[in-house]
């Protein structure tokens, strides 16, 4: 069994809420220059070129990539043969709370803009906090801890449908498509798509919201095929790119800088679809302790 200070896991998360604002991931910084390599209308062009001069002065400058610092989700992953010690924490806490106070330290060290409020009253928690936490264990003996931070330009823009198990691929795309016509410029494009097909109506959604801020390089279905997953973003991404919405929706080539499906078997009376949209600034941290 190992121990591991709940302190640590404090300071873990008031570290990456910071990095995640200040510092955009490298592989979306390469699609975004990858992109302006090959766009063709100076419009979109001069978009994309004042968007990554802005991640370098954010980078060098260490202040927000964007104004709008989000809502925090955290995704903790705790090994089976981890044991949390409380004892000499500076805040005698249980997990979810330290990940809480994680957050609201990293929002006033990071002097980040606090936007979570009541969804009745509107009164401003001023921390930035409560952040959404997802907690799963999983076998071994360290802890994972992955952020994503949504800003509501984006946020607001995604979409859950339950589709009957009659219609199929070619439904879905139509609905996939016609989510991102309709959002048009609101996300902040060029923009980072999540899809999540199967389980119940919340799966679905919580699956998008991992598939948006997948690694190109990852494996994008649990159960399904591989292959034919890999087939669908592509096609589905090509379709996207072809509404020519592009770079702050002035048109262009690219509307979509990446596309990502998450599939889980579902009921056979069901085909739960949900679609999570990220804005340019695919906010995204993680780290292993």
């Known amino acids: 069994m190992r121990q591991i200070d709940i302190d640590v896991i404090i300071q873990a998360v008031n570290k990456l809420c910071i990095e995640a604002n200040y510092f955009l991931s490298p592989r979306v910084l390469k699609l975004l220059k990858k992109t302006y390599k090959t766009e063709k209308e100076d419009l979109a062009k001069g978009v994309l070129s004042r968007i990554i001069e802005n991640c370098k002065i954010a980078s060098k400058l260490k202040i927000p990539l964007c104004q709008d610092t989000g809502m925090v989700l955290v995704f903790i992953r705790v090994g089976t043969k981890v044991k949390i010690r409380y004892k000499n924490a500076d805040v005698n806490t249980d997990l979810e709370s ?38 799963v264990i999983v076998p071994g003996d360290k802890i994972k801890i992955s952020i994503s931070i949504k800003g509501f330009g984006c946020e607001n823009m995604g979409a859950v449908k339950m589709f009957s198990p009659a219609e199929g691929k070619e439904e879905i795309k139509k609905f996939v498509v016609e989510t991102v016509k309709k959002a048009g410029a609101n996300p902040c494009p060029p923009i980072m798509v999540g899809i999540g097909i199967g389980g119940t109506m919340d799966k679905a959604v919580l699956m998008a919201k991992e598939a948006v801020v997948l690694e190109a390089k990852s494996k994008s279905s649990v159960w399904g095929r591989i292959g034919e997953t890999n087939k669908l973003e592509r096609e589905w991404l090509e379709e996207i790119n072809k509404l020519g919405i592009g770079p702050a929706g002035l048109g262009g080539r690219v509307t979509a800088l990446g596309l990502h499906i998450k599939t889980h078997p579902t009921h056979i009376a069901g085909l739960p679809v949900a679609i999570s949209i990220s804005c340019w600034a695919n906010r995204y941290r993680e780290i292993e302790i």
Request: no cysteine; glycine share 8%.
């Open 98 to 135: 330290a990940i809480q106070e994680g957050v609201r330290r990293g929002y006033k060290e990071g002097f980040l803009r606090k936007s979570v409020v009541d969804p009745l009253t509107r009164k401003n928690t001023q921390d930035n906090t409560p952040a959404v936490i997802y907690t």
